[in-house]
Nanobody
Framework: QVTLVESGGGSVQAGGALTLSCAAS????????LGWFRQFPGTGREGVAG???????????PDSVKGRFTISRSRDNAKTVVNLQINSLKSEDTAIYYC??????????????????WGRGTQVTVAS
């Protein structure tokens, strides 16, 4: 069973930085991907980063946030931890950020529509 738990959200001043963490269990090495999405009030979720969990290194960040958003991964006992570092925060980054899992992804392929498992989300508020 896949479980995803986000942490690290909060209120930050514009121009600052924040790191969100996701502790994931039920993720299989060389088989699955983890990603980060955000949702603004009244809109759908937008994918902002994805990473392959396997021997092959692979991560994706869309052009809209490239240069400010960085995704990375590590292991903590039986859980996979995926971090999203956000630099140079802007007020328009204010959103709920969700960790998500894509079961059965292929290294080097990126499809934000394939993520089907979700955490509960963590609020990020950027004050200008």
């Amino acid at each position: 069973q896949v479980t995803l738990v986000e942490s690290g959200g909060g209120s930050v001043q514009a121009g600052g930085a924040l790191t969100l963490s996701c502790a994931a269990s039920g993720i299989r090495y060389n088989h699955d991907c983890l990603g980060w999405f955000r949702q603004f009030p009244g809109t759908g979720r937008e994918g902002v980063a994805g990473i392959y969990i396997g021997e092959r290194e692979g991560a994706y960040v869309p052009d809209s946030v490239k240069g400010r958003f960085t995704i990375s991964r590590s292991r903590d006992n039986a859980k996979t931890v995926v971090n999203l570092q956000i630099n140079s925060l802007k007020s328009e980054d204010t959103a709920i950020y969700y960790c998500a899992a894509w079961i059965g992804c292929r290294a080097g392929t990126w499809d934000f529509g394939a993520y089907k498992y979700w955490g509960r989300g963590t609020q990020v508020t950027v004050a200008s």
